[in-house]
């Protein structure tokens, strides 16, 4: 089985800052991309952050300079560091990761808990 365990959410003022870390674990073969996912209630969930296993980056326009992704290919984990945070960010973040398990030829993507970033002054 492959789990992936985010951490680091919790509230934070408008302007300030904070760090989620997503570590996958599990009988692992390989790591493709992975990347942070975010969705408020009756919004579609969008694509904030994408690292490459090779460390290529993309970013959502709503967040390109103020987010940084980053990624530990040696541990299996992603962080998302958000700057500048507004009230527009107020979401529930999800972390996916695209895996292949040891025991499987296929590649799957694989979604974490789920961590709410409550943004409020």
């Known amino acids: 089985q492959v789990q992936l365990v985010e951490s680091g959410g919790g509230l934070v003022q408008p302007g300030g800052s904070l760090r989620l870390s997503c570590a996958a674990s599990g009988s692992i073969f390989s790591i493709d991309d992975m990347g942070w996912y975010r969705q408020s209630p009756g919004k579609q969930r969008e694509l904030a952050a994408v690292?490459?296993?090779?460390?290529?980056?993309t970013y959502a326009d709503s967040v390109q300079g103020r987010f940084t992704i980053s990624r530990v290919n040696a541990k299996n984990t992603v962080y998302l560091q958000m700057n500048s945070l507004k009230s527009d960010d107020t979401t529930i973040y999800s972390c996916?990761?695209?895996?292949?398990?040891?025991?499987?030829?296929?590649?799957?993507?694989?979604w974490g808990q789920g961590t709410q970033v409550p943004i409020s002054s």
């Open positions: 690292i490459s296993s090779g460390g290529r980056t």
């Open positions: 996916h990761a695209r895996i292949r398990r040891k025991v499987a030829t296929n590649w799957r993507i694989y």
